[in-house]
């Protein structure tokens, strides 16, 4: 499956944006699909993923209660929404998906298929 990340942007801090990963050469709900970023001078981190039927969703600690993951297999899409964002958030995102039920966790992703990545600016 090949993915595609589009949505990112400039916005102020505590704006907001959404994140859309579309697939293609592939079925979306036969894979479990995370959202990672990496930001300048630092390693990629876990962001939020959900299984392939979307009913189970996983977060980092530091994006609970600001990020939902959401997905629309009709559309073959999946959603990060971001709220009240802030400086540090400041990142390129980027989707990635993996074959199967369940969650192994993320790193189970680094095998998996990966989007070019959507790059997101938050300023002060």
């Known amino acids: 499956v090949q993915l595609e990340e589009s949505g990112g942007g400039l916005v102020q801090a505590g704006g907001s944006l959404r994140l859309s990963c579309a697939a293609s050469?592939?079925?979306?709900?036969?894979?479990?699909v995370a959202w990672f970023r990496q930001a300048p001078g630092k390693e990629r981190e876990f962001v939020a993923g959900?299984?392939?039927?979307?009913?189970?969703?996983f977060y980092a600690d530091s994006m609970k209660g600001r990020f939902t993951i959401s997905r629309d297999n009709a559309r073959n899409t999946v959603y990060l929404q971001m709220i009240s964002l802030k400086p540090e958030d400041t990142a390129v995102y980027y989707c990635?998906?993996?074959?199967?039920?369940?969650?192994?966790?993320?790193?189970?992703?680094?095998?998996?298929?990966w989007g070019q990545g959507t790059q997101v600016t938050i300023s002060s």
């Open positions: 959900i299984t392939s039927m979307g009913g189970s969703t």
């Open positions: 990635a998906a993996r074959y199967g039920p369940g969650w192994p966790g993320g790193s189970d992703f680094a095998n998996g298929s």
């Open positions: 050469g592939g079925t979306l709900s036969n894979y479990r």
